[in-house]
């Protein structure tokens, strides 16, 4: 079975700063998808970023980027000059790449604070 | 935007009553899942349906849970007869279609509370 980690439960970040959250997983699968999710204190889980794992390049959206390392089973969140609007729980997830089911496998999370 | 819905947003209930959460898929999605959240803990799968038929379950979704998509609009998630660690967040989540590229959008939860 798939597994995800988060071994960082708590970041701090102060407002304009970089900050890289860490996620490793747990596959035999080649070809797979993995997401970071954001979930600000309403609870909502929101969509941040989303990688494919057959694709090289690092995906990017605007101030998300990921730093994918198949080998390593590695993909981290890193998040450019931060906001007060950043501070959220964010949870890393795994997916296989199957047509029917495609649950998410989602690691433990790591709370972000940002710092004014 | 469309996005999905969920009512009621909080729900208190009585250890061994039966409740049922409601969601509204976004409407042109075929895939719907739910999930849940135990307080501090990590999001974890329950179900997924497809088609009027469960896809896949994990072995949280026991014989206490079932769900249903009454009508062409509503996915529902009924807990039989709900014990205090089914105290959670649930998160209703629909996909548009069979491809695996796709994303799951997530609504809003709804926070049970059992007593």
């Known amino acids: 079975a798939q597994t995800v980690t988060q071994s960082q439960p708590e970041m701090s970040v102060q407002e304009a700063e970089t900050v890289t959250l860490s996620c490793t997983y747990d596959t035999s699968e080649s070809d797979y998808y993995l997401f970071w999710y954001k979930q600000p204190p309403s609870r909502q889980m929101i969509l941040v970023i989303r990688q494919e794992a057959y694709k090289q390049q690092n995906a990017t959206e605007n101030r998300f980027s990921v730093n994918f390392q198949k080998a390593a089973k590695s993909f981290s969140l890193k998040i450019s000059d931060s906001q007060l609007g950043d501070a959220a729980m964010y949870f890393c997830?795994?997916?296989?790449?199957?047509?029917?089911?495609?649950?998410?496998?989602f690691g433990a999370g790591t709370i972000l604070r940002v710092k004014s | 935007e469309p996005e999905v819905t969920q009512t009621p947003s909080h729900q208190v209930t009585q250890m061994g009553q039966e409740v049922i959460l409601r969601c509204v898929p976004i409407?042109?999605?075929?895939?719907f899942y739910w999930y849940r959240q135990i307080l501090g803990q990590k999001v974890e799968f329950l179900v997924s349906f497809y088609n009027n038929e469960i896809s896949e379950k994990s072995e949280i979704f026991d014989d206490q849970f079932s769900v249903e998509r009454p009508d062409g609009s509503n996915f529902t998630l009924k807990i039989r007869s709900t014990k205090l660690e089914d105290s959670a967040m649930y998160f209703c989540a629909s996909k548009p279609g069979l491809g695996g590229a796709d994303t799951q959008y997530f609504g809003p939860g709804t926070r049970l509370t059992v007593l």
């Open positions: 409407s042109n999605h075929l895939y």
């Open positions: 997830a795994y997916r296989r790449l199957m047509e029917y089911g495609n649950k998410l496998v």
